[in-house]
């Protein structure tokens, strides 16, 4: 591995260094570091709701607390009408 690649990754970790984990039912985000991972609540701690850490599909974790597709394969994370006001109400 050459050292341009080994600074890119070190300057990765450091700007994206924390991963992010959130709830499936009200969307609750708490970042994590990496040793903390194994303290992460298997539930939110706000509504009781599935806490997600990482991706059903491929087991990656997110870096982007507005992730709703896996950066790695795809896989819809979370419902995406979770963003601001859901749609349905958006209207009025
Ligand atoms: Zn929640
Ligand atoms: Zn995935």
């Not at 890119?8 to 984990?21: F, I, M």
């Not at 970042?31 to 087991?59: H, I, K, N, S, V």
């Amino acid at each position: 591995m050459s050292k341009a690649s080994e600074w890119l990754r070190e300057e990765r970790r450091k700007t994206l260094g924390d991963w992010v984990a959130f709830c499936m039912y009200c969307g609750f985000v708490q970042r994590y570091f990496d040793e903390f991972e194994d303290e992460l609540p298997a539930t939110c701690r706000q509504c009781g709701g599935e806490f997600r850490a990482r991706c059903p599909g491929c087991d990656a974790r997110f870096s982007s607390a507005f992730a709703v597709e896996c950066e790695a394969c795809g896989a819809q994370l979370r419902p995406r009408e979770q963003f601001g006001v859901p749609i349905r109400r958006a209207g009025k």
